[in-house]
């Protein structure tokens, strides 16, 4: 990190590096009191990843605009998202309850059951960190969907994000207040980093698409005038 990152302005008294820890914990307070209703799960991370995301670009952490983002989401497509969720959740866990009554075949069922779940977890997760989910979640899933099998390592970053979250919750309930704001972080800090890879591999080689970005609007930019004749 260069040191005009980490060097404090005089008579500053906390860091560049206290100052994002602090901006993490306030984006998983507000997250997690936007989580209550379960139903705007969805929406609530993918706002605090755009939060964190725009931080690159020098905005502001703050409650305040995490409130503002939030109230120019399309929320109709949000709740149809939590309710998604939900039914997916809910679906894992009779499962899950299913393979514990003894059926036959349940331990099976119970691995084959946990890893659709898991990989379910990860393209969720990771459709929340993608820009497009903050207008279009078909859009998020589906690049979600590509990147978790593409960037494998990646993917289990996810997954041990989540479940170091999870343990956090589990261990000391007052944490689950405060590891929306991590997670968000390392799902927005994943998703920049694979952005930043496909860009490299892009540059090195010109044959070589970025399937982060959209090229679909590329002919329709082109310049009439330099159309052959």
Known sequence: MSADRTAR???????????????????????AVACLPLVTVPAALSTSCALLRATGAGEPATARRYVALLHERPWAADLAAGLVWIAGAGLLVADLALAGAGLPGAPVFAVVAAAIGAYAAVVALRACARPE????????????AG???????????????????????????????????????????????????????????????????????????????????
């Open 9 to 31: 302005e005089p008579g500053e008294i906390f860091g560049p590096r206290m100052t994002l820890f602090a901006d993490v914990l306030l984006v998983g307070l507000v997250t």
């Open 133 to 144: 989910s903050r207008t279009d979640w078909r859009a998020a899933v589906r690049c979600a």
């Open 147 to 229: 990147d978790s099998v593409r960037d494998a390592g990646g993917s289990a970053l996810v997954l041990l994000a989540l479940v170091a979250a999870v343990l956090c919750a589990w261990m000391l309930v007052p944490l689950a207040f405060l590891v929306p704001g991590p997670l968000a972080m390392a799902l927005t800090a994943i998703d920049v980093r694979d952005h930043a890879n496909a860009r490299v591999l892009s540059a090195k080689d010109p044959s070589v698409k970025d399937p982060t970005l959209d090229h679909s609007d590329v002919e329709d930019q082109r310049d009439p005038s330099q159309e052959p004749q």
